[in-house]
């Protein structure tokens, strides 16, 4: 029997892996757009529309986008719709990922980022921790024994409300930044395990449903984070890019900023 995804504003519990067709229809009804509506506005039959919404009919290219167009998804939302159209892409297990961060030269490297008090790690797609230097350990505390060095489970831990300022707002971005990473890698073992184990968390859950049709691929803003470390709060600006050319390795550096 098909079943309705929840319509927006409708708590989600637990938090369910991204999926075309409730993004779909989640847009359609964010929009207010009746299905008869969205049909006639994107130039598709009403019963091609009804069975892409109620039997998971994969549309074409063409009629994604119309349908994106239709529901005037930013471009973010565009990636995203697109990528979830898309098959799951595959992820190598972090094991394999360290495998080509194990150069001395690249170690080396992290050790004199951390001695000018340089944050820098190198994290999967994910937010899983392959390598982290001593600084970014030092601002990161209890991610090993508390979140399997994974920085989304990390964010909904108690320790990581007292180090974050601002923390419901920084909370609120990691989650829309996870679901285009998820929903990127959707049919792999590392998103399955990591979202079951973010939805044992009532805060991750309930920011889950509440951004619904919010995603991100990067930081939104130039503001730096803000970290308690012992007496005083730390503005951090944080930049992410590929490691060598790869997309399944990236590299986040924390540099303190000087200019408050």
Not at 90 to 112: F, I, K, Q, W
Not at 174 to 184: K, M, N, S, W
Not at 189 to 201: I, N
Not at 230 to 259: C, F, H, K, W
Request: with cysteine; hydrophobic share 35%.
């Amino acid at each position: 029997m098909t079943t309705h995804p929840p319509a927006p504003g409708r708590a989600c519990e637990p938090a369910r892996m991204p999926d075309l067709y409730e993004w779909l229809y989640c847009a359609r009804r964010r929009r207010g757009m009746s299905r008869e509506a969205a049909a006639r506005r994107a130039d598709i039959s009403y019963s091609y529309l009804t069975r892409i919404e109620r039997e998971h009919l994969r549309p074409t290219r063409d009629v994604l986008d119309s349908l994106t167009f239709t529901y005037h998804l930013d471009p973010w939302q565009q990636r995203h719709t697109r990528e979830l159209w898309e098959p799951s892409m595959p992820l190598p297990a972090a094991g394999e990922l360290r495998h080509h961060l194990s150069d001395p030269a690249v170690l080396a490297y992290m050790d004199h980022l951390s001695a000018r008090d340089i944050l820098a790690a190198h994290i999967d797609p994910l937010s899983t921790v392959l390598h982290g230097n001593h600084a970014f350990h030092r601002h990161v505390p209890g991610l090993t024994e508390h979140a399997d060095t994974n920085l989304a489970l990390w964010l909904f831990t108690p320790t990581a409300r007292q180090v974050i300022d601002h923390w419901d707002h920084e909370a609120r971005h990691g989650v829309t930044l996870l679901r285009g990473a998820l929903g990127r890698y959707r049919d792999t073992p590392q998103a399955r395990s990591l979202l079951r184990k973010l939805r044992q968390h009532n805060n991750f859950n309930e920011l889950w449903a509440e951004t619904r049709l919010h995603v991100t691929y990067g930081r939104t803003t130039a503001t730096p984070i803000r970290l308690h470390d012992s007496t005083e709060l730390v503005p951090l600006s944080l930049q992410v890019t590929e490691y060598a050319d790869r997309n399944d390795i990236l590299i986040a550096y924390g540099i303190t900023d000087t200019s408050e």
